[in-house]
């Protein structure tokens, strides 16, 4: 198997009155203000990501919205494939919930950098350990039908941290302390004698 280069990209930020709640694998849109305040990361980005590459979004339309927007900052547009592994972690019955009603429906501690420790599993929905099951064959599935080429995905802070987790084998919690920020990339190698990660949460400027 030649080696697979996975670039991974936060979506931009979302809108206030959705930050405001957990959001989860709702619908949410982007904030418009940010659109215009991040053109100079969407524009380093554009230079910095390699072509030809497959790029993969999520199917929720903050990814759609941030990949077309590398593309209006330069990157040659592309055809976008959905991948449903990718999408963030689901909130189940939480989702929608205000931040400050959560406490009180967990079941084990918060994790310091994260609303819900990495076992969590909401009513109906997933935990972070869930999220690194569906991310890693996802990736190891891509990385064996698209040896020795580039993939971009543009996708969420949950399914990032997962891929990290699953290429240095480490626990949800662990996983939880990386923090991700809105367009930072991510880059992680499958070569022949493994995983490897390049970087992680890296902001590009033009």
Do not use: K
Request: aromatic share 6%; glycine share 8%.
């Amino acid at each position: 198997m030649s080696g697979v280069g996975f670039w991974f990209i936060r979506h931009a930020i979302v809108a206030e009155a959705s930050r405001a709640m957990l959001y989860g694998t709702l619908d949410v849109p982007l904030c418009p203000d940010s659109l215009i305040a991040q053109r100079p990361l969407h524009r380093a980005l554009a230079q910095h990501l390699p072509h030809p590459a497959t790029w993969i979004v999520s199917g929720l339309s903050r990814t759609r919205r941030t990949a077309a927007a590398i593309f209006a900052a330069g990157y040659p547009e592309q055809d976008l494939l959905v991948e449903p592994a990718f999408m963030e972690q689901a909130l189940g019955d939480w989702q929608g919930l205000a931040h400050a009603d959560l406490p009180a429906r967990l079941t084990v501690p918060p994790h310091a950098f994260w609303p819900l420790g990495g076992t969590e599993r909401p009513p109906g929905g997933e935990s972070m350990q869930d999220v690194i099951a569906r991310v890693g064959p996802c990736l190891e599935r891509l990385a064996r039908t698209h040896g020795g080429g580039d993939l971009v995905v543009v996708s969420h802070g949950g399914t990032i941290r997962a891929a990290v987790a699953h290429a240095l084998r480490i626990a949800p919690d662990n996983a939880l302390h990386l923090s991700v920020q809105n367009l930072s990339l991510t880059r992680l190698e499958r070569l022949d004698e493994g995983w490897r990660v390049a970087c992680v949460n890296q902001l590009l400027i033009s």
